[in-house]
């Protein structure tokens, strides 16, 4: 896999008016001229022009669509994941699939500072007649893994492809009917989760990678999202056997149920998502079932708070379609997204700091509807990047979609 490169230096044009009155300036500052900015230029007052005060901070770029391909007959894209490590690199996944051909390739995309590209993928396992990738973690630009599934015969099969600087290595993880749901905790604790059909339904299985090979470990629930801080300290969510939901939390040796509410507000609820920040600090989102209706448009919202002492519920919005994919917003707040079928996805932003949560429509091109499968703050920064598809209302083609929040 091509590492990203480092940008050349980029000059930013800047016009220094000062005002008659008190010797105030402004500062304008095209928008155009920061990688993957449009638009209006941006204005800045900055002061009274003292040199003694310090310049007001520089206004975070809102959410915008930076890279949205068009689709090209037969061909129907989405990006399912994205992972960044700072703000000259990430990497997104997905796949495209052949309406006409019934079959799905695999899409890697990389960010090099400048633009996104689409680069090679990692070749297939033999006798994988299509494929698609569903989640990518990157360590460090020498170690990067991708989840995803393989069709080989009847049966499909979940695959780890790990980056370790110089090749792609293959692993299959087993048959499973979804891929995988993936949890990255360091160089030596990798741990997925899979679902195979059996006699009684959905079984699932749990494999961890502890940087020489892969072995089972068991779970006490089943996960449908896992997500990890440290090797010692990975979480997820999902539910019982029994079908209530469950949250759960590896300390290095074992998986371990964290209690969770029985109901939210004498609703029945299901973990979609979780976001461990530090040891006493987890965030979960959930779908909130209606009274008389299971159909996902009309579930109600939830985000709720872990401090090691229990769970808080302290965001709950009726009939907004269900919460997922949380992310730090660099600040001691959260981003996370709400969704329903016709409109597409919503992006809500929760600070803890008594302002509650703002909520806008995700941006989309003339005519679709943008659909988010993934957000993850940018190290080291108050931005983030998120990634989907973009539906248009009339014809079955979909094409993918990169957004930015903040510089």
């Known amino acids: 896999m091509a590492r990203p490169q480092r940008p050349p230096r980029r000059r930013i044009a800047v016009t220094l008016i000062l005002s008659a009155a008190g010797c105030g300036a402004v500062v304008v500052l095209a928008q155009a001229s920061v ?12 002061g009274n022009g003292s040199h003694k005060k310090k310049p007001a901070a520089l206004i975070q770029p ?44 695999p899409v890697l995309k990389v960010w090099d500072g400048n633009s996104w590209r689409t680069d090679a993928t990692p070749p297939l ?20 893994w991708i989840f995803g599934w393989g ?11 790990h980056w ?18 993936a949890a990255v905790g360091g160089p030596r604790d990798v741990q997925v989760t899979g679902f195979v059909t059996a006699a009684s339904g959905r079984k699932p299985w749990a494999k961890r990678y502890d940087g020489t090979s892969w072995k089972k470990v068991p779970m006490p629930a089943y996960a449908h999202a896992l997500r990890g801080r440290t090797g010692k300290d990975l979480w997820g969510v999902g539910e019982t056997k029994a079908g209530k939901p469950a949250a759960m939390r590896w300390t290095g040796k074992a998986w371990s149920l964290v209690p969770v509410p029985a ?27 209606g009274k008389g209706t299971s159909s996902p448009d009309t579930a109600g919202s ?53 302002k509650g949560t703002t909520s806008r429509r995700a941006p989309a ?14 190290p080291g920064s108050r931005s983030l990047w998120a990634v989907g598809s973009l539906a248009a209302a009339s014809g079955p083609r979909d094409g993918s979609a990169i957004d930015k929040y903040g510089w």
């Open 164 to 181: 370790a600087g110089t090749r792609w290595q293959t692993t299959e993880l087993g048959r499973s009917l979804d891929g995988v749901h």
């Open 62 to 105: 809102g959410w915008r669509i930076v890279d949205a391909p068009a689709a090209v007959a037969p061909w129907s894209t989405g990006l399912a994941d994205v992972s960044a490590l700072g703000p000259r690199q990430a990497w997104a996944v997905g796949e495209a699939d052949d309406i006409a051909g019934q079959r799905s390739v």
């Open 302 to 354: 939830a985000l709720l708070h872990w401090t090691g002492a229990g769970w808080t519920q302290v965001v709950g919005h009726a009939r907004t379609g269900a919460a997922g994919l949380p992310a730090a917003d660099g600040a001691g707040g959260v981003w996370y997204t709400t969704s329903k079928t016709a409109t597409g996805s919503r992006l809500v932003h929760y600070t803890p700091t008594g």
């Open 263 to 289: 109901k939210l507000h004498g609703h029945d609820y299901t973990l979609t998502a979780v976001l461990p920040i530090g040891p006493r600090n987890v965030w979960a989102t959930a779908a909130v079932r």
């Open 365 to 378: 091109t003339s005519g679709t509807a943008s659909t988010l499968t993934a957000l993850t703050l940018i």
């Open 125 to 144: 396992p033999a006798g994988v007649t299509e494929a698609g990738f569903t989640q990518v973690r990157a360590i460090t630009a020498d170690n990067v």
């Open 151 to 161: 069709r080989r015969g009847a049966d499909t099969y979940a695959y780890a492809w």
């Open 35 to 46: 990688p993957g900015g449009q638009g209006a230029p941006i204005r800045l007052m900055y």
